[in-house]
């Protein structure tokens, strides 16, 4: 028995090891014909739903790069690794593209992750770009952490700003869900609708897992608010919205970019009409985006999950392209701390899908945010707040 | 070498991790899954005061590690004087109540987890030492577990958790050996919490949720349950197997579920062909002989 045991173990083993090996011998022979950088996303767990489509748009992006000739006739390539959305699993991927893909620059996204991943950015000199993640905190994580996304207080600026000043709403609840993304927004929010000349009457946080918010509702309905701000996620916002409308508050509810979303209309039909959501990116009225989302309906038959964040991962390639190029044309070496000067010396780029970028010194970007309300069943477009 | 250098201290700290659970849960028979919340404490508890309070690194993990042997003390101390099961009931709702609690103050980084942690070493230090390090403490508390669960205090484990009535009868203190190998088994992942903090410098409170509990007990189960290199298996299969997974160069469409899929599989494969785990315990007849051989010698 004894010696089953020991034999199965080093089979094991030996099984294990040889397979990193294998591996690690493949990726060392790819040659360095290419200009290569990294994408790590959940493709896998509760946010793969989201990641696989954004993965699906970057990769979309970088075949059209190399189909108009690549960057000065070489190849843009890019490795995709899984995060699962998860610190622990994103350090793994983000040391892995470090020190076997040897790329100067990756693009990350999810908060968590992102900050997990910053220390190892910075201790490796490799440029972590993050492509979604809104936390207000991610301009703060060092000299290799920048993002192409607005950061949180943006956009919950521009649609607190919008209700207490061109709505003339007086009377404001807040509910959000109590993870970072909510509670981080929902003081934003708080404190923007304060200053504006509101009052917040009901300020109520909801468990990440709940599956049941009638006591947090009851709460707000209690406090008879003139607009209602919901900070939640884009997969338990439809169903907050729906039991509310259910307990009888018909107040106009506002929310954020994860809520602008084709579920939230499929999912409660009559009742998303007049949800105000907020949007980073140009809509539909913008003929690229209009072809973009026709070719979803075309190839996969259906519209991305999260549209904007869609069009942000599809933009970015361009980014690496531009910076590649550039770097290319002064025949400087592909280093990560090129890379980042290099980047904030074009700082300025014109995107397909998201038009102009700015990345600005102190690791923040200026855009302007969209306001949609849905309306006859269709998110249209309410202002757009620069 | 960064990336290898992860991984193995990724799998040191998983070999603690699954060995110390593998006290608790095999050894002492001890049904609790809270392992992952004495794993934070420890992180948490090194991070914050290094972090704040100023304390050397070394000194703060060991701190920690302290902490994580308080914290369990004080759990299983009125969960294990009722009876086993509310040991898992009461460890499920300590795990739960912590893991919230460390959500919802400031002073813990909140949900947004626990930024700027001091490296446990100045930038300048070979990336190598503190492989050596997490390696070294692995192989020592694989080694403490064995000396633990074989020696004399082990066949009294053993026969605790085989007949806890007999095992008072012979005038045992039953509920001094709970605490004591619960303790010991937490203290240890308190460490590997510690270990991991001043590394990686970035602690969140999902990443000690349900989930990993169910990733800790898939190594014990799979490599197997109650043997010194069982746990060790298991943790170095898991966590290398899914790194090994993405050098096939597999399309991202693929890749995401084969991972997911990975755990349960596992799983599911080892229950039906497999259940003893990659290394079968020798059976209690075994462990019988041996102690009559040593009573006759």
């Known amino acids: 028995m004894k010696l089953m045991s020991r034999s199965i173990h080093r089979r094991a083993a030996l099984a294990g090891f040889s397979l990193l090996a294998l591996g690690l011998a493949a990726g060392a022979a790819q040659a360095q014909e290419t200009f290569k950088f990294g994408l790590a996303m959940p493709l896998s767990g509760g946010q793969a739903l989201y990641g696989q489509d954004q993965v699906k748009a970057a990769e979309w992006g970088v075949a059209a790069i190399n189909a108009a000739g690549g960057v000065n006739g070489k190849k843009l390539e890019m490795v995709v ?19 076997v893909d040897k790329t100067p620059a990756f693009i990350s996204a999810w908060s968590a992750v992102v900050k997990a991943i910053a220390p190892v950015a910075n201790d490796n000199k490799v440029v972590q770009l993050s492509v979604g993640a809104n936390s207000a905190e991610i301009a703060k994580l060092g000299d290799y952490t920048y993002t192409t996304f607005p950061l949180a207080d943006i956009d919950i600026t521009a649609v607190a700003n919008y209700s207490a000043t061109t709505l003339g709403k007086k009377k404001a609840a807040v509910l959000y869900i109590n993870n970072e993304t909510g509670v981080v927004a929902a003081q934003i929010y708080r404190d923007v609708f304060t200053k504006a000349g509101g009052q917040v009457v009901a300020y109520e946080a909801y468990d990440p897992k709940a599956s049941d918010w009638t006591g947090s509702l009851l709460k707000v309905r209690a406090a008879n608010p003139d607009i209602i701000h919901i900070q939640g996620l884009v997969s338990d916002t439809p169903q907050v919205i729906a039991q509310m409308r259910q307990l009888g508050l018909q107040q106009p509810v506002s929310s954020y970019s994860a809520v602008y979303n084709p579920k939230l209309i499929e999912q409660l039909g009559k009742a998303a009409e007049g949800v105000i959501a907020t949007s980073l990116a140009p809509g539909l009225e913008s003929k690229p985006v209009a072809d973009y989302v026709e070719r979803w309906r075309k190839e996969v038959g259906r519209e991305p999950n999260g549209l904007p964040y869609t069009q942000y991962l599809y933009d970015a390639p361009y980014i690496m392209a531009a910076v590649f190029k550039s770097l290319d044309d002064k025949k ?25 970028l700015v990345i600005n010194e102190n690791h923040t970007v200026n855009k302007p945010v969209y306001l949609m309300q849905v309306k006859d069943g269709k998110w249209t477009q309410l202002a757009v707040v620069n | 070498m960064e990336y290898l250098y992860t991984i193995i201290i990724l799998v040191g700290l998983y070999v603690v991790l699954a060995s110390s659970f593998n006290l608790v849960i095999g050894y002492a028979g001890l049904i609790s899954i809270a392992h992952p919340v004495f794993y934070a404490i420890g992180a948490y508890g090194s991070a914050l ?134 303790a010991l088994g937490c203290g240890l992942a308190g460490f590997a919490g510690a270990l991991y903090a001043h590394q990686f410098r970035y602690l969140a409170p999902d990443q000690f949720e349900i989930l990993q509990s169910s990733a800790i007990l898939t190594m014990v189960v799979v490599g197997g349950l109650r043997t010194t290199w069982g746990p060790v298996v298991g943790a ?62």
């Open chain 2, 49 to 182: 005061l290094a972090r704040d309070f100023g304390w050397p690194a070394p000194l703060a993990m060991l701190a920690g590690a302290l902490l994580a042997v308080a914290a369990s003390i004080l759990l299983a101390l009125p969960s294990l004087r009722v009876s086993g099961d509310y040991l898992l009931i009461a460890s499920i709702g300590f795990q739960l109540g912590l893991l919230e609690i460390i959500k919802n103050v400031s002073w813990t980084g909140g949900a947004g987890g626990l930024t700027n942690i001091p490296a446990a070493f100045a930038p300048s230090t070979p990336h190598w030492v503190y492989a050596v390090i997490v390696v070294v403490v692995a192989a020592l508390s694989v080694l403490a577990v064995r000396a633990v669960a074989h020696g004399a205090y082990g066949r009294a484990m053993s026969a605790l958790r085989d007949d806890e009535l007999a095992f008072s009868m012979l005038g045992r203190n039953a509920v001094a050996m709970k605490v004591g190998s619960f």
């Open chain 1, 332 to 356: 400087l070496p592909i280093t990560g701390e090129n890379f980042r000067k290099e980047m904030l010396a074009i700082k300025s780029f014109d995107l397909p899908l998201t038009g102009k």
């Open chain 1, 81 to 99: 690794l899984d995060t699962r959305a998860d610190p622990q699993v994103g350090i793994q991927s983000a040391n892995r593209l470090i020190s």
């Open chain 2, 236 to 297: 170095v299969m898991l966590q290398a197997l899914p790194q090994a997974i993405t050098f096939m160069n597999l399309p991202p469409s693929l890749l995401g579920p084969l991972q997911g899929l990975l755990f349960t599989g596992l799983v599911l494969v080892f229950m039906f062909i497999r259940p003893q785990g990659l290394i079968p315990a020798a059976d209690v007849w075994t462990g019988a002989k041996e102690a009559h051989d040593v009573g006759r010698r």
